[in-house]
DNA sequence: CTTGATTTGTACTGATCGGTAAAGTGTTTA
DNA sequence: TAAACACTTTACCGATCAGTACAAATCAAG
C-alpha cells in the first residue's frame, strides 16, 4: 500500500479546518485520521510529534500566508493606503466573511495557548507592527498609529467572534468596512 | 456521609472557571470531580444532564449576571451616559482586565456553539441591544447607535483574545477606555 | 528484476473518557 | 423511632483517547 493521494504539505490545510471546527482537544486522530484519509501509521510517520506537531505545523503555515498576503504587503508597499485596503479585503476573504473562525485566536483563548503561546503571541505582534508601519507611513504619526493598529486588530477578532455567535457574515464585514474607513481618515 | 461543603450553587462559579481554563471539551470529569472536591455520584446527583448540563447552568448563571449588572442598569437606568461608564466599569472588573476570559465567546468560537448556541446568541444580542437602547436615551439616533453598540461589543470581545495572546492586560483596559470615549462622544 | 527507502494498514497498549449502579451514610420529617 | 430523603462513596461499564510497533505494500532508482 502506498501514496493514495497526498503529499504531507497537502495535508496541512485540512489539518487547519480540523482544528478550527474542533479546537485542539476536540480534534481527536480518529476524525483527523477520517478527514484527511490517512491512517494513524501514516499520520505518525509525517508528524512524528503527533496531534502537538501538527498543530504547530499548522500555525506556522498560518503565520507563512499572513507574512506573504498581509504583513510583507503592509511594510513594503510604497502605497500604504492602497495596502491597507488590500488587507481589508484579503482579511475578508481569508475568513470567509466571518464564517470561518482565526485559529490562532481560538488558541488564544483555549488552555493550550500555553503549549504555543510564543507562536499565538507573534502572530498578533507581527499583524500590530505591520499594520502601524503602513500607517506611519502613510503619515500619522508613531504613537496614534500603534494605537490605530491595535483598535483594527481588536475589532478583527472580535467581529469574529460575534459573527459566529450571531451567524451573522454581514456583521464582520460591516465591522471590516468602519475598520478601513477608521485606518484611512 | 453527607454535605461536606457544598450547595449546588456554589459549585456553579467553580465549573464556570474550569470552564474558562479548559473549554468544554477539556474539561473532564475527572478535573471537575477534583476542583469541585466532588466525587461523580455528587456531581451527577447536582447535574443528572453531566457535563452538557453544567455548562447550560454556567451559561445560565452568566446570562443573570450580565442581566442584573448589566443589561437592566442600561436599559433602565434614567442617566445613560452614567449607565454606560459603569457598564465599561463593571466589564473591567468581572474580566479582571483581561486576564479572565468571556466564556461565551470562547465558546462561540468552539464546535460546541451548536449545543448551546442558543444561548450564545441570546448574550451578545441582549448585550447590542441593551446598550443601543442607552445611546437612543442618550441622545444617538436609532441607526447609529446600533451600529455603535455593535462596535462596542465586538471591541470589548476582540480585546479579551488579544489581550490574552498578548498577556497584556493593559491593552484591555487601552481598549475598553477607547470604547467608552467613542460610546459617549 | 532487485534493492532500499518510503508509505501504509493493522493490531495493540495503557490511560482516560463520560456515564451508570447501587450500597452506604447522614439528616429531616412523620 | 422509623421511614423518607439528600448526598456520597466505590466500583464498574463500554468507548475512545493518544501513541507505538511492525510487517506488508508500494515506490523510485539502478
New interface residues.
Given amino acids: 500500500m502506498a501514496r493514495t493521494v497526498a503529499e504531507r504539505s497537502d495535508v496541512i490545510p485540512v489539518l487547519a479546518e480540523i482544528f478550527r471546527?474542533?479546537?485542539f482537544?476536540?480534534a481527536s486522530l480518529s476524525i483527523i485520521s477520517e478527514k484527511t484519509g490517512l491512517g494513524k501509521g501514516s499520520l505518525y510517520h509525517f508528524f512524528p510529534g503527533g496531534k502537538e506537531e501538527m498543530a504547530a505545523v499548522v500555525l506556522k503555515e498560518i503565520d507563512t500566508w499572513f507574512e506573504v498576503n498581509i504583513y510583507r504587503p503592509l511594510r513594503d508597499s510604497d502605497d500604504p493606503r492602497a495596502a491597507i485596503i488590500a488587507m481589508c479585503r484579503s482579511v475578508t476573504d481569508y475568513f470567509h466573511s466571518g464564517r470561518r473562525?482565526c485559529l490562532?485566536?481560538?488558541f488564544?483563548?483555549?488552555?493550550v495557548?500555553d503549549r504555543f503561546?510564543g507562536q499565538?503571541?507573534e502572530?498578533?505582534?507581527n499583524w500590530k507592527s505591520a499594520l502601524a508601519l503602513a500607517l506611519q507611513k502613510a503619515g500619522q504619526d508613531g504613537v496614534q498609529s500603534s494605537?490605530l493598529a491595535?483598535?483594527a486588530?481588536?475589532?478583527?477578532?472580535?467581529?469574529?467572534?460575534?459573527a459566529?455567535?450571531?451567524?451573522d457574515p454581514s456583521?464582520f464585514e460591516?465591522?471590516i468596512r468602519?475598520t478601513e474607513q477608521r485606518l484611512l481618515s
Fill in positions: 471546527e474542533h479546537a482537544e476536540g473562525i490562532v485566536g481560538a488564544a483563548l483555549d488552555n495557548r503561546a499565538v503571541r502572530y498578533f505582534a494605537a491595535e483598535e486588530v481588536i475589532s478583527i477578532q472580535g467581529a469574529l467572534v460575534l459566529r455567535a450571531l451567524d456583521l460591516r465591522a468602519k
